[in-house]
T-cell receptor, first 115, second 110 residues
Framework: NAGVTQTPKFQVLKTGQSMTLQCAQDMNHEYMSWYRQDPGMGLRLIHYSVGAGITDQGEVPNGYNVSRSTTEDFPLRLLSAAPSQTSVYFC??????????????FGNGTRLTVT | RKEVEQDPGPFNVPEGATVAFNCTYSNSASQSFFWYRQDCRKEPKLLMSVYSSGNEDGRFTAQLNRASQYISLLIRDSKLSDSATYLCVVNRFSAGKSTFGDGTTLTVKP
C-alpha cells in the first residue's frame, strides 16, 4: 500500500498563478482533509470531505477550492496564488469505521512558495 | 479561545528526565483524542491514541479527563530521539474532522 500520496513535493508560484495540489489514498478511507502549516504554528484545516461528492470548509478556506469525485482523490486548487499562501500543505485521510476514533494518515507534504 | 490548546513550551530537558505535556479542548462533543509527533515540519505521525482509562506504550503514558476536558502525555526516561514537536489532536465524529493544537516542542539534551 502506498498510503497517502501527495504531489508535487515542492512548488514555486508567482503571485496570481493557479495550481492544483494532488492527493490520493489507496486505503478506501472515507474522510480526507487538507491542512496548512505555517512556521511556528500548528496545522490548520483548509477543507475536508466525509465521502465522495461531499466537501466542507475548514478553518482557513479562502483562496482554495476542493472537489471529491472519487473516494481515492481529493485535489486542492489554489485559484490565484498569494504570498500569504506560502506554507507547507498536508493531505490526510482516515476511516469512518471507528466512529471518529481512527487516526489520520498523512501524505509527505507539499512545500509551496509564492513570490 | 482556540478549540484545542497546548502548553506553549518549549521544553528543554536533560536525558533521563520525565516530562509532561497538557492539552485542553473546548468542545464537549469531542469523541476521540490522539497525540502525534512531528519532526522538522515533516508529516505528523501518530504517537498514541488516548483512552478514557489511560494507556501506556513503553515510556509514554496518555491520560484523558473528560470532566475537565484535558489530555496529558507523560514521557519517562527521555531520550535524545524524543526531541520533536508533540501535537494534541481532537476528533468529532459528527464533524468528520480533526482539530490540532499548535504543538509543544521538546528538546532533550545530553
Amino acid at each position: 500500500n502506498a498510503g497517502v500520496t501527495q504531489t508535487p513535493k515542492f512548488q514555486v508560484l508567482k503571485t496570481g498563478q493557479s495550481m492544483t495540489l494532488q492527493c490520493a489514498q489507496d486505503m478506501n478511507h472515507e474522510y480526507m482533509s487538507w491542512y496548512r502549516q505555517d512556521p511556528g504554528m500548528g496545522l490548520r484545516l483548509i477543507h475536508y470531505s466525509v465521502g465522495a461528492g461531499i466537501t466542507d470548509q475548514g478553518e482557513v478556506p479562502n483562496g482554495y477550492n476542493v472537489s471529491r469525485s472519487t473516494t481515492e482523490d481529493f485535489p486542492l486548487r489554489l485559484l490565484s496564488a498569494a504570498p500569504s499562501q506560502t506554507s507547507v500543505y498536508f493531505c490526510a485521510s482516515s476511516s469512518s469505521r471507528d466512529r471518529g476514533g481512527s487516526p489520520l494518515h498523512f501524505g509527505n507534504g507539499t512545500r509551496l512558495t509564492v513570490t | 479561545r482556540k478549540e484545542v490548546e497546548q502548553d506553549p513550551g518549549p521544553f528543554n530537558v536533560p536525558e533521563g528526565a520525565t516530562v509532561a505535556f497538557n492539552c485542553t479542548y473546548s468542545n464537549s462533543a469531542s469523541q476521540s483524542f490522539f497525540w502525534y509527533r512531528q519532526d522538522c515540519r515533516k508529516e505528523p505521525k501518530l504517537l498514541m491514541s488516548v483512552y478514557s482509562s489511560g494507556n501506556e506504550d513503553g515510556r509514554f503514558t496518555a491520560q484523558l479527563n473528560r470532566a475537565s476536558q484535558y489530555i496529558s502525555l507523560l514521557i519517562r526516561d527521555s531520550k535524545l530521539s524524543d526531541s520533536a514537536t508533540y501535537l494534541c489532536v481532537v476528533n468529532r465524529f459528527s464533524a468528520g474532522k480533526s482539530t490540532f493544537g499548535d504543538g509543544t516542542t521538546l528538546t532533550v539534551k545530553p
